[in-house]
């Protein structure tokens, strides 16, 4: 016996496997986590659920996977885990699909979905971070450890903190203002603009603490 699925028989179809994931991303959007149902996807996408669950073995993993590819352009992953550079110079590949996702308005869409099911139905947002989310996050912390030589970043930022200045910055612009998203050349100067003050924060020098002021000296 085995833990893994059978392989035998035709290999996958990518362009089901697109189709599905479409299918599953446009009802997560239409009708929310719930409506989102393997029923109403594999009538969508035009093929039978078992052709559904063959690939994923529920629609939560099913709209991660599909979420994750929505999101970016580049494999992210392999990026940060080799790059020696954090705020500008980014890599090019970087910066262009951060601009890319930041002015598309069908991943705007999916992101509010996500974030609005985490109140009621909290798994799908839950198992999203762990997956993707966390991972990344993980890499990117790892490279900003890389660059703490020669005291860049400053020994002691606070990474996390950083981290989160990015990326709340660029969910701002996306769900708050999206219309500012909707030129690429603003989008992509926007971004390099919060890079530009993520590094500044970097390499600022330990501030010590001010002591209360006495009286001048004599």
Known sequence: MTNGRRTRGR???PEADDAIMRAALELFVERGLEGANIEQIAKR????????YRRWSSKEELLIQAIERARTLVPENDIWATTDT???PVDERLVDSWAHTLGDGRFRAILAQLIGSSVTQPSLLAAYREQYIQPRRRLIHAALERTRVGDRPATDADLDTVIDMVVGA?????????DASADPAATRQYL???LQQADRLLRLPDV???Q???PAPA
């Not at 996408?45 to 559904?52: D, F, L, Q, S, Y």
């Not at 660029?170 to 999206?178: S, V």
């Open 192 to 194: 390099e603009a919060v």
């Open 212 to 214: 209360e002021e006495g």
């Open 11 to 13: 290999p996958r179809d």
């Open 86 to 88: 954090v705020a500008p």
């Open 208 to 210: 010590p603490h001010q």
């Open 45 to 52: 996408a035009g093929v039978a659920k078992v052709t559904v």
């Open 170 to 178: 660029a969910m701002y612009r996306m769900l708050i203002d999206p």
